[in-house]
């Protein structure tokens, strides 16, 4: 399966595709003022303790504070803030963890009002983004990400991803994670770290203790709240967390993006660096792509998936509820239990899908077409496992219910994407009144001829809807080849899957936007 990313940046928004085989499987959307991502570590101070909920709110700089369970805190919570106090008051020194003399760990089963109190500051790192009327969710087992390793201060524990299935190869990788692990670190090894040598982790884990030991430096506990250390950007954090051998290309439309992706890929796979590409053209990367045309299919509420049969997909603030239809397909020579069992097996790959793209989390019913056989219900159920072992989210399969309800749990750690579908009327523009759609030829005539004369310009491309693109084009003597020849400018056509029918844009020949009309 081949991987590519495609990267659309700009001054108000950063987009993120990823692509599998071509198809769109995910999609990042962050703007340049969104704060608090999964992974930001703060100096918080607590705002108020809740012996009821035995939790905390803390104060991160969020309009709602953020919220901290007793069980997020760790067992050696106290080890972490004595921690933090020291290296605070040795500014510009580090203080190094492994010789660092643990606390006893804190109770299991303690309360919140026996650590916390209120206007003390608090090393908390984001575990889950805003979601809806809720702040952040924090914890205090704070954890630094690398590409093959995550980094856990104060824990003992040595963990090997679940996805590295030979025995031999992670007993290989304990023992060579013990031997290198500096006291009071603990470490996950990620599933890209089989068969690296011993040389790149070894560099990589001092590189994360460096990261986490420094991080104290310039931090003034007179003004908090403070973000101690940035989660990478969310392109980085993707390509770190999805590259892999299956990944071929990465497109980037902007300068200073594309800087920062190849820099990064020349640290953590230099023999990959060939792979980021600048992309230049003057269709847009998401229409160059087809990315903007399978975002209008896949965020419906209907999605097809097959041979006329759909999924329908509901969204609630309590879970989401997709149902599988078969539509009007049939296939002859096949009872309804064959043909039931084969659409719901062609489901499983959408609905992975849709989980995915649209990042849904919490809890997900599946109302599957109804099957009698237990046969067929495990061979389901083993099929919806398998298509979901791509996911990297944390997630929790049930097998099908005795009414066909299959429930999935899937971890929620940021808002759930949506894209919106529907447009407004093309010929209204939602007014409910239009221009005659006869005059739209005469219109954009107009306008071109108006911006050629005025800004002497010997190129431009026209954006317009498919429909309109060809019948511009249509016929030995075009009405295209007309225009050129009477306004003396070679004019481009290109056909945008995202305009409306009575939309236009015309770009000069840098592609930069000199006209943009939608009804």
């Keep these: 399966m081949s991987s590519e990313l495609i990267i659309k940046a700009s001054e108000s928004e950063v987009s993120i595709a990823l692509l599998e085989d071509k198809r769109l499987v995910e999609?990042?959307?962050?703007?340049?003022?969104?704060?608090?991502?999964?992974g930001d570590i703060y100096l918080a101070r607590v705002k108020k303790t809740m012996p009821s909920l035995n939790a905390a709110f803390v104060n991160v700089g969020y309009e709602k504070d953020a919220f901290l369970h007793y069980l997020d805190l760790g067992p050696q919570f106290s080890t972490l803030g004595k921690y933090v106090n020291q290296a605070l008051s040795k500014r510009g020194r580090s203080i190094a963890v492994s010789k660092f003399r643990r606390e006893k760990d804190i109770n299991k089963h303690g309360k919140i009002n026996e650590v916390l109190k209120s206007g003390q500051h608090v090393l908390v790192q984001v575990a889950k983004e805003p979601i809806s009327t809720k702040g952040p969710r924090l914890t205090s087992e704070i954890s630094i990400a690398g590409r093959n390793l995550v980094l856990m201060p104060f824990s003992d524990k040595v963990s090997i991803s679940s996805k590295i299935a030979t025995q031999e190869e992670r007993e290989r990788l304990r023992n060579l994670i013990n031997s290198i692990r500096p006291q009071n670190y603990g470490v996950i090894v990620r599933t890209v770290a089989e068969n690296c040598k011993v040389a790149e982790l070894d560099t990589e884990l001092r590189s994360l203790v460096t990261k986490f030991e420094s991080a104290f430096d310039n931090i003034n506990v007179k003004q908090l709240p403070q973000l101690v250390q940035e989660e990478q950007s969310r392109a980085t954090s993707i390509i770190r967390d999805h590259l892999n051998g299956n990944f071929e290309n990465i497109f980037i439309d902007n300068k200073e993006v594309y800087q920062e992706v190849k820099q990064y890929i020349s640290e953590v796979a230099p023999e990959k660096e060939k792979i980021v590409k600048l992309y230049t053209g003057s269709q847009s990367i998401f229409e160059k792509f087809e990315i903007e045309r399978q975002m209008k299919a896949s965020f419906g509420s209907t999605v097809s998936f097959k041979q006329g049969a759909y999924l329908i997909i509901e969204h609630t603030e309590a879970l989401h509820v997709i149902d599988v239809n078969s539509g009007n397909r049939a296939k002859s020579g096949l009872d309804q239990e064959s043909n039931a069992t084969e659409v719901n097996l062609a489901a499983t790959e959408?609905?992975?899908?849709?989980?995915?793209?649209?990042?849904?989390?919490?809890?997900?019913?599946?109302?599957?077409i109804d099957m009698h056989k237990a046969d067929n219900k495990q061979k389901l159920f083993n099929r919806m496992k398998?298509?979901?072992?791509?996911?990297?989210?944390?997630?929790?399969?049930?097998?099908?219910?005795?009414?066909?309800?299959?429930q999935i749990t899937r971890q929620r750690v940021r808002p759930e994407m949506h894209v919106e579908t529907a447009e407004s009327c093309p010929t209204c523009g939602g007014t409910g009144k239009i221009q005659p759609a006869i005059l739209l030829e005469d219109r954009v005539k107009?306008?071109?001829?108006?911006?050629?004369?005025?800004?002497?310009?010997?190129?431009?491309?026209?954006?317009?809807?498919?429909?309109?693109?060809?019948?511009?084009?249509?016929?030995?003597?075009?009405?295209l080849k007309r225009w050129r020849r009477e306004m003396k400018c070679r004019i481009n056509v290109e056909p945008l899957d995202s305009a409306t029918y009575l939309e236009f844009i015309i770009l000069d020949q840098n592609g930069e936007q000199l006209l943009r009309k939608t009804k």
């Design 27 to 38: 999609l990042n959307r962050s703007k340049p003022e969104q704060k608090f991502s999964v």
């Design 350 to 368: 959408e609905i992975a899908r849709q989980l995915r793209l649209r990042d849904m989390g919490g809890i997900i019913v599946v109302d599957f």
């Design 386 to 406: 398998e298509v979901m072992s791509r996911d990297k989210t944390k997630h929790n399969i049930l097998p099908l219910s005795k009414f066909g309800l299959m």
């Design 446 to 479: 107009l306008e071109l001829e108006t911006l050629v004369k005025n800004e002497s310009l010997k190129k431009v491309t026209l954006q317009v809807h498919p429909f309109f693109a060809a019948y511009l084009q249509k016929g030995l003597v075009s009405v």
